[in-house]
């Protein structure tokens, strides 16, 4: 499945939220991450970012199962990190 | 489904904060997300460390070098997770017993020309004219069924290969691609170029396959065992050729995908530039996560997971389970 | 020789008992393994967790009024039976005359304690999964419903 996340958290947990999700996901934007992800490993991420926000952070997950009826658009730079070829 | 990402560039691999970062000449850091990860192919001069190797062995990642023309080097094969010392007894009797070994050679033979025979058959029914290639491909199809060594069955194979390499140039309409014969080292038209860059991508891509199963690389029943290299996936990698390599390598030239800009020529050798490699691994891509259904399962699953499926069959065969029969595309 | 886990996968599945007797375990990676991994790492991660018996491991070692406990943590109540019996496999293996199962999905605990009946039920189990495991031949693949979360479903049905 294919995941959008963003989050807004302490500056003190900015750094290890962005080292946890680079484990996971590809980079697009300040806070904000994309990728396909299997299921275990989406639940092992959220375990992980559980262990580091507090009750003021937010995180939010948009979880597809299918991209079938989705379409990515960009306006300006895309700034999402290439991560296939190298 | 885990990713496989392909390095072009120079540069430097390394563990940073429990991932992965490829620091480009420039200086530029790429994130990889190390969680999402099964291999990396490197074809670009990269500097890494052991303790990349040590994380990357951790993780279940495999890494596959390639020189610069594509040929493949060797590769890091991660510490065995799926070790079973009775499956690799197990193969290793049916390699050393003559009979079982043939067997399961001889189908590893037949299911290559068979999967050949489809491909020139579509093609067939396309208009080309490809009724020689086949009827000659048949009759010695027939003859492997008689016979009992290696080296006479391996002569069958060669035999084989040429006719359905022969029918290539039947089958490709492109002015700039014309097949003369076959010539791995090195490759002398593009043609062969591609086809030698393909089965390099395959053999690594099997070999990935075999490391998810219990079966141990090093013991094949075509290819016969030595023990500086791996053997099974050449084998395996037989099944697939035609139905991932050859179908990629027909698309990318009919469909102008590829064309002679993206080769290189040096001496007598050609090859692909890095541009070519790439656009051949996009497509050979699209095809490994092609799905088709399987009434067995009742899913649909893609042609990597076939790969594996494939692995396990022969395990199931190496049981006494289920007697082995090749995969023969049926779509 | 007998497995925490072969008990537990051979009243879903003898097919695969034969197997895991040999090392031939399922896919490491099946999303349905790692969840249950997972949970048994999350889950009370301050109790010292993963001890090894011979035979296996158990999630969680306790002690509660001086009286040791044996903890197991599944993901559902599903297959309540095979995780009873490796839990008092493993209890007869220590020694232990108390466990429980926990499953924190379901906010569940579920006590097993060793009677004379249950330790009796357990050898006799034993004794049918010898016999299997001693066969030369792996026992035939079987659709079951269980199949479709099962790691060994694509080595089964290739």
């Not at chain 2, 530039?273 to 050979?284: A, P, Q, S």
């Not at chain 2, 009434?295 to 997971?305: A, E, M, Q």
């Not at chain 3, 969680?60 to 197991?72: P, S, Y």
């Amino acid at each position: 499945m294919f995941v959008i996340l963003y989050y807004d958290v302490g500056v003190k947990r900015v750094s290890k939220m962005l080292k946890v999700c680079r484990k996971y996901l590809t980079w697009v934007q300040n806070s904000v991450f994309e990728g396909e992800i299997s299921y275990s490993n989406l639940e092992r991420l959220k375990s992980e970012i559980g262990r580091i926000i507090k009750d003021e952070d937010s995180v939010v997950i948009y979880v597809f199962n299918q991209m079938l009826y989705s379409k990515r658009e960009v306006l300006g730079k895309d700034k999402k990190e290439e991560t296939k070829f190298l | 489904m885990k990713e496989t990402i392909y390095i072009f560039s120079a540069g430097t691999l390394k563990r940073e904060d429990n991932s992965l970062v490829f620091i480009t000449e420039e200086n530029q850091k790429k994130h990889i997300p190390v969680e999402n990860l099964k291999e990396i192919f490197v074809f670009g001069e990269v500097n890494l460390n052991k303790r990349l190797i040590e994380f990357l062995s951790k993780k279940e990642i495999m890494i596959s070098f390639f020189n610069h023309y594509g040929f493949y080097v060797g590769s890091f094969y991660p510490r065995e997770h799926y070790n079973s010392g009775f499956m690799i007894l197990k193969q290793a009797q049916y390699y050393i017993d003559n009979e079982k070994r043939i067997y399961i050679a001889k189908k590893i033979v037949e299911g290559a020309a068979r999967n050949s025979l489809k491909i020139l058959r579509y093609y067939k029914n396309r208009g080309r004219k490809l009724d020689n290639h086949i009827s000659e491909i048949e009759k010695n199809v027939e003859k492997i069924f008689r016979i009992e060594e290696i080296p006479k069955l391996m002569q069958v194979e060669g035999k084989i290969k040429k006719i359905y390499y022969e029918s290539f140039n039947e089958i490709i309409n492109s002015s700039g691609f014309k097949f003369t014969k076959r010539g791995r080292r090195p490759p002398i038209d593009r043609i062969n170029a591609l086809i030698s860059f393909s089965n390099s991508l395959i053999y690594s891509i099997v070999l990935r396959e075999i490391y998810a199963t219990h079966l141990d690389p090093r013991i094949g029943y075509l290819h016969s065992t030595n023990f500086r290299r791996f053997s099974l996936n050449l084998d395996i990698a037989e099944i697939f050729k035609p139905i991932i390599g050859d179908r990629t390598i027909f698309s990318v030239i009919n469909k102008n995908i590829i064309g002679v800009k993206d080769f290189e020529k040096s001496l007598n050798r050609v090859f692909l530039n890095d541009r070519g490699k790439r656009k051949f691994i996009e497509i050979l891509e699209k095809r490994l996560n092609e799905t088709v259904k399987l009434r067995k399962i009742g899913r649909n699953v893609s042609y990597r997971t076939l790969i594996r499926m494939e692995l396990y069959k022969l395990e199931k065969h190496l049981l006494e389970d289920e007697v082995y029969e090749p995969l023969i595309m049926e779509w | 020789m007998i497995t925490g886990s072969i008990i537990q996968a051979y009243l879903i599945c003898k097919r695969q008992a034969w197997l895991l007797s040999r090392q031939l375990v399922g896919e490491q990676d099946s999303d349905f393994l790692a969840i249950g991994r997972l949970i048994s790492q999350e889950s009370y991660s301050r109790d010292k967790k993963e001890i090894t018996i011979n035979g296996g491991k158990v999630d969680i070692i306790r002690l509660e009024n001086g009286e040791i406990k044996l903890v197991e943590v599944k993901k559902s109540s599903r297959m309540i039976k095979s995780a009873k019996f490796q839990l008092l496999y493993y209890m007869w293996k220590a020694n232990v005359d108390y466990g429980e199962i926990r499953i924190p999905k379901e906010k569940k605990v579920i006590e097993v304690h060793m009677t004379d009946d249950a330790r009796g039920e357990l050898l006799n189990l034993m004794n049918e999964i010898e016999d299997i495991i001693n066969r030369d031949k792996v026992p035939k693949a079987e659709r079951k419903k269980y199949c479709k979360t099962c790691s060994f479903e694509y080595f089964c049905w290739s």
